[in-house]
Structure formats: C-alpha cells, structure tokens
Nanobody, 125 residues
Framework: EVQLQASGGGLVQAGGSLRLSCATS????????ISWFRQAPGKEREAVSC????????YYEDSVKGRFTISSDNAKSTVYLQMNDLKPEDTAVYYC??????????????????WGQGTLVTVSS
C-alpha cells in the first residue's frame, strides 16, 4: 500500500521558519517526483515545489523562490520542504503528492498518483 504522510506544519510568526516532511512508503522512491502543493482558505490548490528523485532537479513557484528549499533523503524515502521567511500569505494546508519519473508539468494535479493528507501551516503577522 502506498502512503504519503505529510507533517511539520504549525503556527509561526511572520519571518519564521518551518520544515515540512513527506514520508513515503510503498513507492519505488528512486524513480519518482514529489511535489508540495498548498491550498489557502477560499483559494484553489497550487503547486509550490517539485523534486525529481531521478536527477535531483527542483522547481519552485515564483512566490517561494529564494525562501523555500525542497530536498530529499532517498535512504529515508522522505522529501522535505524548508520554509524560511514565512509570510502570512503562505498560510495554507500543504500537501505532498507523487508522480512517476520527473517533474514534468508538476503544476498539473491530474498527473499525480498519490497524495498525502495535508498539514496546516499558519503564519501570523
């Protein structure tokens, strides 16, 4: 059974940091891409970042470039999202999702096979 377990959310003040984790099981971790999406209250879910376990390539949505860093620990089958300099507009439920091979069209939700349950990030001003 494939499982993605997102964790690490919480309440933080603006300018603070959080690290999200996406622990996976039941997946061939060295042949997939993992992305983070987020959904803010009243808004559509959007892609934030993607990492390919095939070649380590990474991608970021413009508003998080320079503040968020995605990484993976293949030995632990886990992907991380280090979020620095958090802003109130980063408040959202964050989800991780997996798709085969690489980050091609990572912003398209229908390309993903599995999703985690989401973790809430709240940034206070």
């Amino acid at each position: 059974e494939v499982q993605l377990q997102a964790s690490g959310g919480g309440l933080v003040q603006a300018g603070g940091s959080l690290r999200l984790s996406c622990a996976t099981s039941g997946i061939t971790f060295d042949d997939i891409a993992i992305s983070w999406f987020r959904q803010a209250p009243g808004k559509e879910r959007e892609a934030v970042s993607c990492i390919s376990s095939v070649d380590g390539s990474t991608y970021y949505e413009d508003s998080v470039k320079g503040r968020f860093t995605i990484s993976s620990d293949n030995a632990k089958s886990t992907v991380y999202l280090q979020m620095n300099d958090l802003k109130p507009e980063d408040t959202a439920v964050y989800y991780c999702a997996s798709q085969d091979f690489d980050c091609g069209q990572y912003w398209v939700e229908s390309t993903y096979d599995y999703w985690g349950q989401g973790t809430l990030v709240t940034v206070s001003s």
